[in-house]
């Protein structure tokens, strides 16, 4: 089976899924919905080397810019929307296997039926994924989960190698009121990434994020 079939395979498996869940495609293995405040769930069929797919997931903050090599970026459109705190299955859980999905199925020597093994992979990605959602309502239900991810024994990559990370989680902290917690994550992040405290966007997502602070005091 060709990696052209699984593909397609995943797309229509994926839009089965979740369009009755509100999310709606930005790519063919990247769906994201939009109903909660600030945020973005996002859910992302990632390439995990050359054989196989992985089922990932997490929480995007829309305000809060993207780093590129050019220096960051906003995240404002549909199509720019992306994570910033991302669940890999390959770096954080030990059921990781059912969130693969062979890239190649006539290589993959298992006695699975095709379909039925990315259905499964789906179906079970979806259910862990859509349980993770329903615990976050808002920006300041973050904080805690970027902490339980900080916090949990790594297979692979641990966060430090998650490039969005340190900024999600500073901007998540000051939105919930912890700004002096916040500050020095964000710090960490323009330290490890060579970005200037004093850039425009950096500055104009802090104050967003003390605004909502203010909503809540």
Known sequence: MGAAQVSNWVKDDLAERLLGEGFIEQNERKWIRTTKPEISEIIEIAVAGRAAYIFTFGIGINFSPKFSRSGLKWKRTFKSLDFDLLTNPIDFREDFGRFVIPRNLAADGSHMAPRTKISDAIDYGCAVAFSYFSSINSICDLPKRFQELEDLPTK????????????????????????QHGRLRINRFCERYKVAADDVKLNLAIARAKALAGTLS
Not at 156 to 178: H, M, P, V
Request: contains cysteine; charged residues 15%.
């Open 156 to 179: 692979r990559f641990g966060t430090k190698n998650y490039i969005q990370f340190d900024l999600g989680y500073g901007i998540a902290l000051i939105a919930s009121n912890c700004e």
